[in-house]
């Protein structure tokens, strides 16, 4: 699942194309490593070799926590204007699974928390630390 793939990416800054690493998800049970460089902000960090600049790779990114039961979704926020994207939602904010055998999916994950922000995601999983008792 902790498994990092590369994509072409588009300097902010500059506009130099280059290529990133990212990524898609962390499973903190399974690659703790990978939670400290979420805490860190290494996780789909950018640093552009042509002026510097340093940033987030703007990617979705999904973390998992399957002993304390919950897991958290970043999306960029250009995800907000993109009317596919919003489409895939109820209204209550749950997603519309496009898979036959939803009961499949275990309820932690059905209930996932969507944040905007990679800080807001680990105050989240902050919060969500700090309240689970085993």
């Avoid at 340093?54 to 990617?59: R, T, V």
Wanted: hydrophobic share 35%.
């Amino acid at each position: 699942m902790s498994e990092p793939r590369t994509i072409p990416i588009q300097c902010p800054n500059c506009k130099w194309e280059t290529e990133g690493t990212v990524y898609d998800a962390v499973n903190a049970v399974l690659d703790p490593k990978r939670k400290e460089e979420l805490f860190k902000g290494e996780i789909n960090a950018f640093h552009c070799e042509q002026c510097g600049f340093q940033g987030i790779i703007p990617h979705p990114f999904l973390y998992l926590d399957p002993e304390r039961q919950f897991c958290v979704q970043y999306y960029p926020p250009s995800y907000l204007d993109d009317s596919i994207f919003l489409g895939g939602f109820l209204k209550d904010g749950s997603i519309r699974f496009s898979i036959s055998n939803e009961e499949d999916i275990p309820a932690y994950i059905r209930q996932w928390h969507i944040v905007f922000d990679l800080d807001e995601m680990v105050r989240y999983i902050i919060f969500r630390e700090r309240i689970f008792k085993p």
